[in-house]
């Protein structure tokens, strides 16, 4: 039996800490990329969303700018603080993605992957993609494509962390530019 831990782009608003969030979507068809890009930018939050080590990751005026590859199982979601300064990338490996109703969705694999700005690459959620394993919500050959995804994107990652700052820096811009979803 399949569960699917869907995630829809515009997801974040339904946050109950975040009170207003505006949001963007283009469709690209570029060298460098094919697929959705979708803007969260929190304009008003309650409460800061930290992480156990301090690090923010939705706080008023800090942007999720997601990347749904048309041809990857890699979802990107690119966390910028209020002064638009990368906080980190995070990497969900999917078991798809598409689009549903004009939004873009991933269906998470459980494992992902964290880029952080020093170049650093870290493998998270391994015990949440077992215990998915072990409940039968993938098979085998899924739950050992997660890990080679996610390998091979480590490796691909490794020391390219001002390229993927270049690529993701672009894309918010163009994002800021634009007027309306």
């Known amino acids: 039996m399949k569960i699917n831990k869907r995630r829809f782009a515009n997801s974040p608003k339904k946050r109950a800490n975040v009170l207003a969030v ?15 890009v ?32 048309d041809d990857s199982k890699i979802c990107l979601t690119a966390i910028y603080n209020e002064k638009n300064e990368i906080v980190e990338w995070y990497f969900d490996i999917a078991r798809e993605i598409g689009k549903e109703n004009g939004v873009p969705y991933e269906d998470d694999l459980y ?48 020391g390219n962390q001002d390229k993927v700052r270049d690529f993701t820096d672009k894309y918010l811009q163009k994002m800021l530019e634009k007027e309306e979803f």
């Open 111 to 158: 494992l992902d992957v964290v880029l952080k700005p020093n170049g650093e690459t870290v493998l998270l959620d391994e015990d949440e993609l077992k215990e998915a394993f072990e409940r039968m919500e993938m098979t085998k050959k899924e739950f050992d494509e997660a890990y080679e995804i996610a390998r091979n994107l480590m490796k691909r990652l490794q």
């Open 22 to 36: 505006e949001q963007k979507m283009l469709e690209i068809y570029e060298n460098d990329f094919c697929g959705n």
């Open 38 to 69: 979708f803007l969260n930018d929190f304009t008003q939050v309650k409460n800061p969303t930290l992480l156990e080590n301090g690090l923010c990751l939705i706080d008023a005026n800090y942007k999720w700018l997601q990347f749904y590859d």
